[in-house]
């Protein structure tokens, strides 16, 4: 069964003909082979397919984001200090901000991505714990202000909490071990018909 089924007219030369599979993958197949990577990493004792860069980069050197993100969907309402914050919104925008109370304003034209999202860089950084940002929008294509404020905090002290269970997936992550468990009910008997 294909993902995708070729649904224009025939395009004999691509061998894309109609009502036929359009060359993507099929999903029975790519089911079968997470099964057998899943069967793989068992034996092995490991996840098979872990890519050993993005294992370097975010669990044995644990780089974090510089940013923080903002959306009219997902207000974030603290940031840590440290971050810029960036404003994502689904228009072009001007953010005016502060972080002192609105004693200093600035200005921030927000860029294309290219992918329907436009984004705010404001450099927050440096401002200190305790700080608020706050921040409101005027669009440019519709000649209009937002006519709300909005606030993200830099709280006082970490707020990065470890606990013994993120701790241990972490280094099971960094390693690729005992991350696959197998128990008598997740491993067929040999010449089982599952």
Do not use: C
Not at 23 to 36: K, R, T
Not at 55 to 72: C, G, I, M, N, Q
Not at 173 to 185: F, H
């Amino acid at each position: 069964m294909p993902e995708q089924t070729w649904d224009s007219p025939d395009i004999p030369e691509r061998e894309l003909l109609f009502g036929r599979p359009a060359g993507s993958a099929m999903p029975l197949v790519w089911g079968h082979a997470e099964y057998l990577k899943l069967v793989r990493g068992l034996a092995d004792g490991r996840v098979f397919d872990l890519p050993p860069q993005t294992v370097e980069r975010y669990v044995k050197r644990d780089t974090p984001s510089t940013l923080a993100v903002w959306r009219f969907n997902h207000k974030t309402r603290e940031l840590p200090r440290g971050r810029t914050l960036r404003v994502e919104t689904l228009a072009p925008a001007a953010v005016h901000w502060s972080g002192d109370g609105w004693r200093t304003v600035r200005d921030a034209v927000s860029r294309d991505s290219g992918l329907g999202v436009h984004f705010t860089d404001l450099p927050t950084a440096s401002l200190p714990a305790g700080s608020e940002i706050r921040f409101t929008f005027y669009w440019p294509d519709a000649d209009r202000w937002e006519g709300a404020d909005f606030s993200v905090n830099i709280p006082w002290g970490s707020r990065r909490k470890w606990n013994t269970f993120a701790t241990r997936i972490s280094n099971e992550r960094a390693t690729g071990t005992a991350l696959l468990r197998p128990t008598a009910a997740s491993v067929p008997a040999s010449g089982s018909s599952q």
